[in-house]
């Protein structure tokens, strides 16, 4: 890992000013996960860095960014759909800068499609381009081509990055970059590159800055966080790393995603149960229930050793709820297997399921298995994991009537007058009260619950 700090880069910035008559706006858009949200974050702090204005809609736009997620087939094909839209634009105003950056950008299919079907996208470049971003924008204005790199994985962690987050009350902190652990359906270390931690104290830095600045709710993130700290001259783990976190003052919450079952450890739950500061919930992806299929996904974990783990928590944890991300119809799973799925939610009753049938990702291990179930089979077997889900939840979400909750309130609820606000379990309770407390803790009473929406009243 080679750490680097970010530059300004003056010339290429000049270059950028010369090419407009006035100053410039940008339209960036991220697809997938927080980590890429994060991301877009960094790439629109880069691009006020360089003269640009941020706008909300892409026809108001000089530049026009696609900050892509390659997970499943559908977000790719969604993308490609996006960008497709773009063309008439394009066809209007001729100085428009289209760019599609990103994990999708990352295979080289992708580069080549984008090459030969979509002339009008003038700009590609992958996910550890965005503090090249200026430069890169410099070249193609110079050269007056496209400019379509080529995917690189590069080992460097680049520091204080120019940002601007979308909230000014709950942030994102990455503490490490890409994936080693090979899960044989992910396209993930293929396109974010080997696993770098950061520095614990640039962790410790951009945290205190949070804090200070007024956030509230700061996750952690990294594609396995459990595995924070490998490779970096320092010797902690992550569990060490939460508790260098909780010894900061300040009033704030901590969460985290995601964490691998296989590198979860119990001094982990141990440390969420040592801190208030530190939620009361887990999202620990299973997968599937089956022993079978878990070797084949290449998890290195059992169905036993996962609810061994989880019983650990119920233990030590006051009140903690988990949430988890569940494959269906990964190649050649049985009915069985699916039951096993099915009971094993039932054992841990999770509070939430992040549920995906099977895509299939060129490259990956699993694209070679063969895979002979129906897609009307793996749909059939959604419904009917996800109808076991909603009565679980609802269970759960039940339980909490009568209890008093801290929340820290998010936004405005569908219903007019009614704000939303999020427990330290996950859960989002629906209450009246003044907008202003957007942002800040109220404690709210739950008086019903809908699945697992709760309404509830604030206490004055
Ligand atoms: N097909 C379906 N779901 C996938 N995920 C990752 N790769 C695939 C795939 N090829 C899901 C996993 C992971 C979540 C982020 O996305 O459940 O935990
Ligand atoms: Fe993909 Fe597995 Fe890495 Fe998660 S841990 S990003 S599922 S390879």
């Known amino acids: 890992m080679n750490r680097v700090d970010f530059t300004h880069n003056t010339e290429a910035v000049n270059a950028i000013a010369a090419h407009y008559d006035s100053p410039p706006m940008a339209f960036v858009h991220s697809y997938g996960c927080q980590q890429n949200v994060n991301d877009g974050e960094k790439i629109k702090g880069v691009l006020v860095d360089a003269g640009y204005g941020l706008c909300d809609k892409f026809e108001d736009a000089d530049l026009i960014l ?9 977000a790719e ?51 550890n381009g965005i503090d090249t971003l200026p430069q890169l924008l410099a070249e193609k204005m110079g050269a007056g081509k496209r400019l379509l790199k080529t995917p690189t994985e590069r080992y460097d962690v680049v520091e204080q990055m ?12 990455p503490i490490m970059y890409g994936c080693d652990n090979f899960c044989s359906y992910c396209i993930v270390p293929y396109v974010r590159g080997r696993e770098r931690s950061r520095k614990s104290e640039d ?25 924070y700290g490998k490779g970096l001259e320092e010797s902690l783990d992550f569990a060490d790393l939460l508790e260098k976190l909780c010894q900061e003052e300040g009033d704030f919450h901590i969460r985290f995603m995601t964490s691998h079952p296989k590198d979860a450890t119990k001094k982990l739950i141990d440390t969420i149960a040592k801190y208030p500061q530190i939620c009361n919930h887990l999202h620990l992806p299973v997968q599937s229930g089956s022993n079978r299929v878990l070797k084949e996904m290449n998890r290195h974990y059992t169905v036993e050793q996962y609810l061994d783990l989880i019983d650990y928590a119920k233990q030590k944890v006051d009140g903690i709820t988990f949430s988890s991300d569940i494959i269906i119809g990964f190649p050649g799973e049985t009915e069985e297997e699916f039951e096993q799925t099915l009971e094993l939610i ?37 419904g009917r994991l996800l109808k076991a889900q909603e009565e679980i939840a609802s269970r759960l979400a039940k339980g909490m009537v009568g209890k008093t909750c801290r929340v820290l309130v998010e936004g405005h609820s569908r219903q007019e ?15 009246k009260a003044d907008p202003a407390l957007i942002g800040s803790y109220a404690d709210v009473i739950i008086e019903d619950a809908r699945v697992t929406m709760l309404k509830g009243s604030l206490i004055k």
Not at 66 to 74: I, S, Y
Not at 91 to 110: D, F, H, R, S, Y
Request: hydrophobic content about 40%; overall charge positive.
């Open 162 to 173: 120019p940002i601007q987050r979308d909230s000014t009350f709950r942030a994102w902190l």
């Open 346 to 382: 039932q054992k841990v009753e999770y509070m939430q399921l992040f549920t995906f049938i099977y895509s299939k990702r060129n490259g990956t291990r699993a694209a070679e298995m063969p895979d002979p179930i129906t897609r009307k089979e793996k749909t059939d077997r959604m």
């Open 66 to 74: 696609f900050n892509t997620c390659a997970v499943r087939e559908h």
């Open 417 to 431: 007058g009614t704000l939303t606000g999020r427990l330290n379990n996950n859960l989002v309770v629906e209450f």
């Open 203 to 227: 962790i410790l830095h951009e945290f205190r800055q949070l804090i200070s600045a007024g956030y509230k709710e700061i996750t952690l993130l990294g594609q396995n966080v459990n595995s």
């Open 77 to 127: 094909e969604r993308v490609f759909g996006n960008v497709g839209a773009l063309k008439q634009l394009k066809a209007k105003n001729p100085n428009l800068i289209i760019g599609i950056c990103g994990c999708m950008t990352q295979q080289e299919g992708v580069v080549e499609r984008l090459r030969k079907s979509y002339p009008f996208v003038d700009l590609v470049f992958g996910v």
